[in-house]
């Protein structure tokens, strides 16, 4: 099993920045890929970010140029930096681990809010 805890959600103004935080523990050994997905009411969850352990990162265009993953494989970490959010970014960001490309092995974290408005 992996355990993923993320942190860092809340409330922002539209043009401002949040940092997401995911730690990861357990049996990390049996994942290749880290990254953030989102779901907002009403709508299916999407990938927002991933980073695979060889260094490839991946964004949703929806994000490109606003939003940074990046990671601090000594302390099991990834992170998520936000900037210049617009209120469609709204939703709960959830953390997800997986060894990609089978996702035999697939888990989540339990979701933090990220609310933007003014």
């Known amino acids: 099993q992996v355990q993923l805890v993320e942190s860092g959600g809340g409330l922002v103004q539209p043009g401002g920045s949040l940092r997401l935080s995911c730690l990861a523990s357990g049996s990390i050994f049996r994942i290749n890929v880290m990254g953030w997905y989102r779901q907002a009411p009403g709508k299916e969850r999407e990938l927002v970010a991933t980073?695979?352990?060889?260094?490839?990162?991946n964004y949703a265009d929806s994000v490109k140029g606003r939003f940074t993953i990046s990671r601090d494989n000594a302390k099991n970490m990834r992170y998520l930096q936000m900037n210049s959010l617009k209120p469609e970014d709204t939703a709960v960001y959830y953390c997800?681990?997986?060894?990609?490309?089978?996702?035999?092995?697939?888990?989540w974290g339990q979701g933090t809010q990220v609310t933007v408005s003014s």
């Open positions: 997800n681990a997986h060894n990609f490309p089978f996702r035999t092995y697939n888990y």
């Open positions: 980073i695979a352990n060889d260094g490839k990162i």
